[in-house]
C-alpha cells in the first residue's frame, strides 16, 4: 500500500452502508376526503444504499465565495432576505445533511442549471451558445422581472456551486434530469431526499427536480428546513412562496421531512452499527 492509499480500512469499513434502513419520520397532506384534509404522519422505512440526498441549485449569490448581489438585478434568491437564509441554510442544514449522508454511506447528488456551464467545463451541457430569439413582449417581461442584459451583467453570470455544499471526492454534479436518472440507477436508488432552491420553482419543475425524478419512478421527499422559497420583501415574514411549495409538494409529488428527523434516523442508524 502507497502512503496516497492512505490508512487500512476496517473489514466492515467498505459496506456500512449494507442491510442499514432509516426510520424517518415524515408527512404528507392528505388531500381526501376533502371534508377532513390535513397532514399524515408517516414513517418512511428507506434502506440506505436505495436512497440519495440531492442538494440542488445551490447557488452562491451573495456568499462568501461568490459575486456579491446587486441592486440593480433580481437574480438567484431574488430579493436580500431570501438570500442570506439561502446562505444560512445551506451552512446550517444542507451542509450538516450532507455530512450526516456521507457518515453512513449514503449517496449525495448535486444538481446544477446549465446555465453555469462554462464554470464546469467538464460536465456535458446541451445548452446552446447560439444567441436565442425572444420576442420583444417577452424579452420586456425578462428585463422587467430581472433587470437590464441580466443574463450577462447581473450576479448569475458569475455565479456558481456554493462551495460549503459543493461534491465531495466522485459525488456526481450533473444538470440534466436524464444524467442523474442514468446515476441513481446504476446504484438501484428509489428515495430522492431533495434540499435546494427554491421551494416554489425549480425545487418542483427543474431539471433534476421532484417533478421530473417523480415522472422517472423515484419516491420524493423535501427537507423542509432545507430550502426556501423566492420570496419578496412583502412575503418573506410569512414565507407563503416557501410554504406554497411545500405545500404542494407534500400535497401531489411526495412527503416532507425536517432536519432533525432526517438526523435522528441518522443516528439511529449509527447507534444500531456501533451495538
Known sequence: MSEQDGPAMDEHEGDHAVDKTLQLAARYYRSVPTDRAGYEEVILPLPVEKTALIGLHCWNIGCPDG???DANYCVGMGWPQPTVEAARIMAEVIR???DLARSIGMAVCHVETDWMDRKYPHIESRRSD???SVHPVRQELFERAHG???MERSPLAEMR?????SPVGDEPLVFYSDALDEYLRGRGIETLIYMGFATDMCLLGAEGGARH???RGYRCVVMRDGTVGVESPDTF????????????FEWTLGHGCTFAQFKQAIEQVQDDRST
Do not use: F, K
Not at 456551486?161 to 455544499?165: D, G, K, L, N, Y
Not at 415574514?237 to 404542494?248: F, S, V
Open 237 to 248: 415574514p410569512q414565507r407563503l412562496a416557501t410554504n406554497y411549495g411545500l405545500h404542494i
Open 130 to 132: 447560439a444567441a436565442a
Open 96 to 98: 450538516p445533511a450532507m
Open 161 to 165: 456551486r456554493a462551495e460549503i455544499v
Open 67 to 69: 459575486p456579491a448581489t
Open 213 to 215: 425524478m417523480l415522472a
Open 148 to 150: 437590464a442584459d441580466y
